[in-house]
């Protein structure tokens, strides 16, 4: 008797509860349009998640049709909605200028990652802002000197040969069968990004860890930000901290060494050379001196790491896939650098032979333009901002100016390759400055943008130098996923041997 009363309470109560969420689903609804106003987009949503399920299905064609409900309607930004967070896909240029130009509490928060602050923790230099951000900046700067690129130079150019031989050996050992470049790619930026930017300080154990923690992190990139035990997003995020843990020991040691008066040889050693003249110049304790603690700095090394890794990953797959499409650039690229370097000299490329090499570096700007790696840059909403005369973005939007869709704005025949543009003549890099996002703009614009050109470079010199190559081309191959950086669907799946 006392089950049936309490089953007939339950069906009792179950229309009060449908009552409840259909007056929250419309409340969702109604809100969405409020927001959205005569901007393009859904007009209704799925109640709570949004259009999540088909971004996680089809990054690739979520974006697209963002880009082009914003191309069709001519205001040059469309709206969605995601997991409880309304959304503005920007594609017009000076609009994404507007957003960068306005990075500040009361404006737009850059946050990398509509998840990213969970994942990443708060230290991270995206999240800073005004006078933090600019003096951040400031201590960060001499790592990017030169006389610092300089050195990275020949650690990156050493891994790079080293790696390219193991992949043409690979490449026998299989029978000749087509490799797929992205998870080499991947391994062999790791191992830069490690070298230049923690060199000596990392072990063999040391890395076997790390390799295998940034692994998971970077799943969790692409993950629901469930951060519940068992699921990508937690296990990402704890692999965050123990990565962090390893770079602080790292620091730790760089002081030391530094403090001995050893030269640097990698880029915590820059950055430790520059914090201790600073704070004996001040004649202050390190722990007056912001950003100073080793914790901090091994989160900020985390966050340089992330940043060189994905990015440059994609840049380099696209290099090959370009070149591999375009033989009459890749016979130019290979005379010039065979004027400069030869792999036979037993000689490491110099700076000087690298600003040498203006037209493979014009085909390293072609590759970045042509596929801008990190495609979207998140911004969220601090404040309500007038984006335009008849459009109010609301506070807590997440906005999503594209770099990939500024890149073929302005300039010449913006969908075919040509490495020209960027030549001596035609200067469309000047042109078009303003179209050319890959490295953003305003105060957030990267600071080690030197560097990453300079490894895109010198991999194009080598890689084209040292083999010969050939896609093995299936339909669809060349089309972009997102992993989340953009790469061929393929993986980029080449042919390799030793020319």
Wanted: aromatic content about 12%; overall charge neutral; some cysteine.
């Amino acid at each position: 008797m006392g089950t049936i009363s309490v089953w007939s309470m339950l069906v009792s109560i179950i229309p009060y509860f449908l009552c409840i969420i259909s007056f929250f689903i419309l409340i969702e609804q109604i809100t969405y349009i409020k927001k959205k106003k005569s901007s393009p987009g859904p007009t209704f949503i799925l109640p709570f998640l949004g259009s999540v399920i088909q971004l996680i299905r089809n990054p690739t064609k979520y974006w697209e049709d963002q880009a082009k409900a914003a191309k069709e309607s001519n205001i040059g930004f469309s709206s969605n909605y995601i997991i409880g967070r309304f959304i503005i896909f920007i594609q017009n240029s000076e609009l994404s200028h507007k957003v960068f130009a306005n990075v500040r509490p009361d404006a737009f928060h850059f946050v990398g990652n509509p998840f990213s602050k969970k994942l990443f923790g708060e230290h991270n230099l995206i999240f800073l802002s005004g006078q933090e951000h600019k003096d951040l900046r400031g201590r960060i700067a001499p790592n990017f000197t030169p006389k610092a690129l300089s050195t990275y130079l020949s650690l990156q150019q050493n891994i790079i040969l080293q790696h390219l031989t193991k992949w043409a050996n690979l490449s026998i050992q299989n029978g000749n069968k087509p490799l797929a470049l992205r998870f080499l790619c991947r391994d062999m930026n790791l191992e830069t990004s490690q070298a230049v930017f923690v060199g000596p300080y990392l072990n063999e154990k040391s890395r076997e860890t790390f390799d295998i923690n940034y692994n998971i992190f970077n799943e969790g990139t692409l993950a629901l930000p469930i951060d519940l035990p068992g699921f990508v997003f937690r296990k990402a995020r704890l692999a965050v901290t123990l990565l962090v843990e390893i770079l602080t020991k790292c620091v730790e040691q760089s002081k030391m060494k530094v403090q001995s008066g050893e030269e640097p040889v990698c880029l915590v050693d820059f950055w430790m050379q520059q914090l201790l003249k600073e704070i004996q110049e001040s004649g202050s304790e390190s722990h007056e001196v912001p950003h100073s603690s080793n914790i901090e700095v091994g989160g900020h090394l985390f966050d340089f790491l992330f940043a060189a890794q994905d990015a440059s990953t994609s840049s380099l797959l696209w290099a090959v896939t370009l070149l591999e499409q375009n033989p009459d650039v890749l016979l130019k690229v290979r005379q010039e650098v065979s004027r400069i370097w030869s792999p036979k000299s037993g000689k490491i490329i110099t700076a000087e032979n690298l600003r040498e090499m203006n037209y493979t570096e014009a085909v390293a700007r072609e590759v970045m333009r042509y596929r801008a790696p990190a495609t979207l840059v998140p911004h969220l909403s601090g404040e309500d901002f007038q984006l335009t005369e008849s459009y109010t973005i609301p506070k807590g939007t997440m906005v999503f100016p594209s770099v990939f869709e500024s890149s073929f704005q302005g300039f010449t025949e913006p969908e075919q390759f040509d490495p020209d543009r960027f030549s001596e003549n035609r200067q469309e890099d000047q042109l078009y400055k303003r179209n050319f996002l890959v490295f953003g703009a305003g105060a957030h614009q990267c600071v080690g943008q030197r560097y990453a050109l300079n490894h895109l470079v010198l991999f194009i010199a080598v890689f084209t130098s040292l083999l010969d190559f050939k896609r093995h081309r299936t339909d669809g191959c060349d089309d972009i996923v997102y992993v989340p950086t953009i790469c061929p669907k393929d993986d980029c799946l080449v042919y390799l041997s030793k020319r």
